[in-house]
Structures are given as C-alpha cells and as structure tokens.
C-alpha cells in the first residue's frame, strides 16, 4: 500500500490497512481549537460541515469519530496520528502539535467515489527545529491586515511557527509608532514603482492593525518577528527625520539597476520608489540616533509579545565598516536591554562587540561566497545560534524558470522547485551543525509583487519545501525525504490549495494530481 502524502515529511510514518470514512455524521471531539480547526479545513476540502464536542463520553451518536487529545510529556510541538479501527485519534504534546497533527489529516483527506476517506496510517511527528519561519516584506509594496493573515493561514498550514515582517525599507515605513508618528506621517506613502495616487502606493499598519496581526498569528501558534532594518535600508527615516539620516551613496551599481530597472537614482528628501539597494544610511555617530533607535524599539517591543526583534543590518554599503561595528552593537544592546533576543542578517556577525543572544540570520548562497559563512559563523562563535536563509534556495521572490513573470534573478536565479528542496541545512556552512542551527526562514521580498495572488504565485509550491527543511528529518535519513518522493508528496496537494483559494505555480516539475 503507497504512504499517503504528506508535506513536510513527518518524522514516522506507516501506512495500515484500514481507511476512515468521513461523513456528514462524522464527529469531532476534544480540544475546542483544535476541533475549530480541524472542522474549517474539512469544510475548504469536502464542503462537509462536522459537528464538534468538548470531550470524551459526550458524543453518543452513530456516525464516526475524530478525537483530539492534549498528551504532555513529549517533545514541543509533536504530535502523533493514529487512523485505525474506524476512528481517528491526534495527540499533542501541546496545543502547537495538536494544531499540525489536524493540518496533516486535513493533508490525508482524499475522495473517493462519492465519500471522503482518510488511508490508514500511523504517524509519530516532531520538528527538527525549533524556529520554522516565514518573511514577508511589507516595506517595498504594502500588504494589508487581509493579506497577512491569509499568508499566516498558508504558512501554518505548512507547519511554519514565525512570521518575520519586514516593516520598514527605503521605499517606505509600515508600523505607526507613538513615539515617531512623523515616520507613518510622512514615510509610509509610496512604494515601488508608485506614488501617494497609484493603486500599488504605500500605507502602514496601525497599533490596531498590528495587535491585530499578532493576535490572529498566536491563533495559528505562529510567532510575529518584526523588522525595523538599519543603519542601512533607511532612507525613508530621512523623509521624516533628515537629520538621522546621511545623503545617499551612488555607485556605479546603483546607478546601473536605476538604469535597468527604473525608479530613478535616490535623492535626500524625497521618496525613493526604485528597487536599488546599499545607499542609505542612518548618522551613526549621533547621538540622537540611538534615542530614535530606542523609541522604536522600545515601543515595538511593548507592542510584540514574541521574544525576536530583528534590526536587519544588511546592505550597508553607505556605512563605514568601523561605524557600522559600533551602531550594531549599540542596537543589539539597546534590544537585549528590552528584554528581547536581537535578531540581524549576517553582515552583522562583522561586528566584535555585538550582543551574545544575537541570532544571525544567514541570507547568502547554499555555496557560501565574499566570506558570508565567516561573519555567519562568529554569531555562533559569540554563543548564538542562526537562522538559515539560503538565497538561491528559498527566497521565494525568485523567478522560476518557466512560467510566471514576477520576480527577479540576482541569486543565481531562476530557482526551480528541485532547487528550492534539494539543499541541507547542516551541509551550508562549515562546521555549523544542527545544534547550531535555530531554525529555517523562507523570505518572500516584495519588489515585483503587489497582492495576494502574487504572493501565492511564486510562494507555492517553493515554500513546502522549505517547510520540509525546517520541520522534518535530515536529508539522506530517510527513502522519503527526497527530491523525488517530495515531488509526488507536493503534486498530491494541488486539489487542497485549490480548495483553500491558494492559487499555486502549477510547475511542470511536479506531477499533479487532478481531481
């Protein structure tokens, strides 16, 4: 009998030799989140609209049963799934495993004739690490609340558990900070390629919204990571505080992307809605800057229950290497004095004195170049740990080989599907091994993306492999965890994107499954 498919790869997985059927009598029971949960996604696959039950004993109908029970004492996250004997029992080690014990049953669900069916199976899952995330950049293109929760929904789905945002860039500022109104005041009305009165123009989050996003985030047991980049990535700082801000630094490259790809060269004051990076810098040596620094920071942290604060530190070309070394260890005390873990880019690891809970997150090539593993390493060095983030791999905003044509190519681009899954986490830098490793993270920029569609276009299906690195088993461990068993796994998901409003890169690498 053929395993059912499931992405990311569970830790355990065995198929028995009997099938559940759901049905419009079929009942939920136990945990009433999980069963919100479980009922929703049965709901998106089958139309079927399932009853649920608080607990044991309290169900006492004919139809069959799906029970969902909470069982500590394992590792975080876990969870195992049993389909036998005509019922279906998920155990979590917490109310997280439980949630994506239910988003893999909602994988399993099948038609078959005129009934669902669920294959027997036994599944015993727990993530390999810790840290599973998401980025999405609402800095270049402005992305709604509506939007962000829809992502968060896809995201968890995959079993991701953070949400890196990036907030802030040099098109424009995303958050409303009481303590700087004038950044959303006067910072958050364009973006790439549009002004104050194009449909693509910019906006910000207000303390509503962003509570908001939080909120609905922890439903779906998903950490908010918000980023506020610097020293670099800050010209919009400067529309609303000239002072902070040094004028731009052109080179021959900057000026070369304005030629290819528009949006004009940057000038001081004045909105910046072109894609060229590495010009912009904050006044390192005043002090001024470090009290904006902690308004921001001080007040973001106020706002985000989550223990990250990432302050970027990537591209700064306009910095001095000495200035910056002394800005990131100033902002990377500034944030482990809140109370928070510092999260930064790797460029970061260039700076001695940074703070020891620094998490560097890697964003260079899976075959490291310029020395990125070195300063990537010195966060682990410093007693951290790091997030990887390999460009050519799993920065989802690049274009794929055939088909669409959103996206840019600048990381060894086109990245294809194969290429986006056939990578190690352990193998990219030397001498860093699981223990070294905090998590995984998925970026998605958003130079050439304007909306949903767009994001679910080059997300999908690139982002399920990267799930299946940061949740499952190394690769070479198992017949399982290969190219080639992902691409029948991933192909047998198609029908449950297409029910859920996903609209996936239908890629010829993939065999999909129609229905």
Not at 100 to 122: F, K, M, N, R
Not at 209 to 220: H, K, L, P, Q
Not at 253 to 274: D, F, K, M, N
């Amino acid at each position: 009998m053929p395993l059912p498919a499931v992405v990311p790869l569970p830790a355990s997985i065995e198929a028995t030799g009997t099938a559940f059927t759901l049905g419009a009598t079929t009942v939920i029971e136990g945990e009433p989140d999980a069963a919100a949960a479980l009922a929703a996604v049965v709901r998106a696959r089958t139309g079927l609209s399932l009853g649920t039950t608080d607990g044991p004993g309290e169900y006492s109908g004919s139809g069959t049963r799906i029970s969902l029970r909470l069982a500590p004492g394992r590792a975080a996250e876990s969870y195992r799934l049993v389909v036998a004997d005509g019922e279906i029992l998920i155990t979590g080690a917490d109310a997280a495993g439980l949630f994506y014990g239910v988003q893999t049953l909602g994988q399993l669900l099948s038609p078959a004739g005129e009934d669902w069916i669920v294959p027997g199976t036994v599944i015993e899952d727990a993530p390999r690490f810790s840290y599973r995330g998401v980025m999405l950049d609402v800095a270049r293109h402005f992305h709604p609340v509506s939007t962000v929760k829809a992502y968060i929904d896809r995201a968890a789905s995959l079993k991701f558990n953070a949400l890196h945002l990036h907030l802030t860039d040099d098109q424009g500022w995303r958050v409303h900070l009481d303590s700087r109104p004038e950044l959303t005041a006067l910072a958050s009305g364009t973006a790439v390629g549009g002004g104050a009165a194009d449909q693509h123009s910019g906006g910000f989050y207000s303390k509503a919204d962003y509570r908001e996003i939080v909120e609905y985030a922890a439903s779906r047991h998903v950490t908010v990571v918000p980023e506020v980049d610097m020293p670099g990535h800050t010209h919009a700082v400067g529309l609303a505080y000239p002072n902070l801000a040094e004028a731009p630094a052109l080179s021959d490259e900057i000026r070369e992307t304005a030629r290819v790809h528009g949006g004009g060269l940057p000038v001081a004051g004045s909105p910046y809605q072109g894609i060229a990076v590495g010009f912009s810098s904050l006044n390192v040596h005043d002090e001024a800057t470090y009290d904006f620094v902690a308004d921001v920071f001080g007040e973001l942290a106020a706002m985000t229950p989550g223990p990250y604060l990432h302050f970027g530190g990537d591209e700064a070309l306009g910095t001095a290497p000495e200035d910056f070394a002394t800005f990131v260890s100033r902002v990377s005390d500034i944030i482990a004095h809140l109370g928070k873990i510092p999260v930064a880019w790797h460029e970061a690891g260039a700076a001695r004195d940074i703070a020891d809970t620094t998490i560097g997150q890697y964003w260079g090539y899976v075959s490291p170049t310029d020395g990125m593993d070195d300063r990537a390493r010195a966060f682990v060095a410093n007693g951290s740990q790091l997030i990887l983030s390999p460009a050519d791999a799993i920065y989802l905003d690049m274009k794929y080989p055939a088909g669409p044509s959103l996206g840019l190519d600048w990381a060894n681009g086109p990245t294809s599907v194969e290429r986006a899954y056939t990578w190690e986490p352990s193998a990219v830098i030397a001498g860093i091994d699981d223990t070294d490793i905090l998590g995984v993270e998925a970026p998605l920029w958003t130079e050439t993306v304007h909306d949903l569609a767009g994001i679910d276009l080059l997300a999908f299906p690139r982002i399920a492999a990267a799930a299946e690195a940061a949740w499952s088993p190394p690769t070479g461990t198992s017949e399982l965890r290969t190219w080639a068993s992902f691409r029948e796994r991933v192909g047998a998901l198609g029908p449950l994107w297409s029910s859920l409003g996903i609209g996936f890169h239908p890629s010829d690498e993939i065999p999909w499954v129609a229905e």
